[in-house]
């Protein structure tokens, strides 16, 4: 057993308004023991459309885990609807039945009839306790295909699939290891990266190479099979290490860290101290920063002057710079850069200003416009980007290559 299936079962998960989370979880877990998720599927609760999902799943994996629609109303329909597809009829399981009743009982309740559906399983099927809630999971069988149902509510999922699924599960699967390795860079857009490296990766089946773009940075997921661990580490590093080379300070992790993170572990190490001064960002930036634990060692604050008096009154700019050359000009960001560096006591200093939009620019000065300075030493580094999408895409880029700078500056 090489692979899976997972089907997400609930009309709530086709919405906005809900996210499936649990299939994350569970191709994690199945990862942990060399088992590949090789396809995940959403269906709502509508039984026509359920019954072929299922039906197709059964034919094509050797494992198909579904979670959701066990529950005790009219639309959760996955036990009959597993049952069917499998041929097997539905019978009562009369101890089910009591464990739900001495449930409702313990809270000083009485059990409602449409409970007595969580007792109705599919012959054949293992019942997998469930400590936590009403419905039971199932494992079931045909042939050597193995199918597992799990409650929707994340929790009780997670209690069942630990306790019972997994040793169960490990005993089936080929013995094999998966071993991932995330590159995560910035700077570079997903067609550059891949342009660069391609030639390292595409003569490899395995490690198998994923590109993703994500909020702010590229990503590069490297995962190999092997017999063990350090087998499969290894396939991954003979192709990771070269790529490193080859993408150089555009990656900043190379596994689950984020920018600010690695931005302050290097403040950390060189012993230096940040403030920023943000305008277009709101105060972004100084968030991202707070996020981390502990990063009163090295942040030592910022402030969000967003009009010109402010930029004046918290960084000591001269009034006379704002009107010469403008609020948003390379001259404006090094001012704030410096003024918060001096006024925080700070060993560097990042200021930010520009168009966010979606109103406010010009021809000269258009929204998308965005100066960054990075004052150090005697030094002050400047950098004028146009970003382009809605405000709130515009603020994260800016935060994002403001603490690039920072990063790039103390490598």
Known sequence: METAEIIAIGSELLTPHRVDSNSLYLTRQLNSIGIEVDLKVVAGDQETRLEQVVRSAVERSPLVIATGGLGPTEDDITRKVFARVLQRQMVLQHDILQTIRNRFRSRGLEMPGNNARQALVPVGARILGNRLGTAPGLWLEKGEVVIVLLPGVPS????????????????????????????????????????????????????????????????????????????????????????????????????????????????????????????????????????????????????????????????????????????VSAEVARSLAEGIRDRMGASIGVGVTGVAGPSGGSQEKPVGLVHLALAMGNQVEHRECRFSGDRERIRFWASQTALDMVRRRLL
Do not use: W
């Open 156 to 327: 009780e999922m997670k209690a069942i699939f630990e306790e019972t699924c997994l040793p169960l599960l490990s005993q089936r699967s080929t013995g094999s290891h998966l071993f991932t390795r995330v590159l995560r860079s910035t700077g570079m857009t997903e067609s550059q990266l891949d342009e660069r490296i391609a030639p390292i990766y595409t003569p490899y089946k395995n490690p198998v190479t994923t590109i993703l773009s994500g909020k702010g940075e590229i990503q590069v997921h490297l995962t190999g099979r092997a017999k063990s661990r350090q087998e499969a580490e290894a396939l991954v590093d003979e192709v990771a290490e070269p790529i490193q080379v080859k993408l150089g300070d555009f990656v900043f992790s190379t596994g689950d860290q984020s920018l600010e993170q690695v931005v302050g572990e290097c403040l950390l190490a060189k012993k230096e101290t940040l403030a920023v001064a943000e305008s277009c960002t709101g105060g972004l930036i100084a968030e991202r920063i707070t996020r981390v634990p502990g990063s009163s060692r090295y942040f030592m604050g910022g402030v969000t002057c967003y009009s010109n008096q402010s930029k004046v009154e918290f960084t000591g700019m001269p009034p006379l710079l704002l009107e010469m050359s403008g609020a």
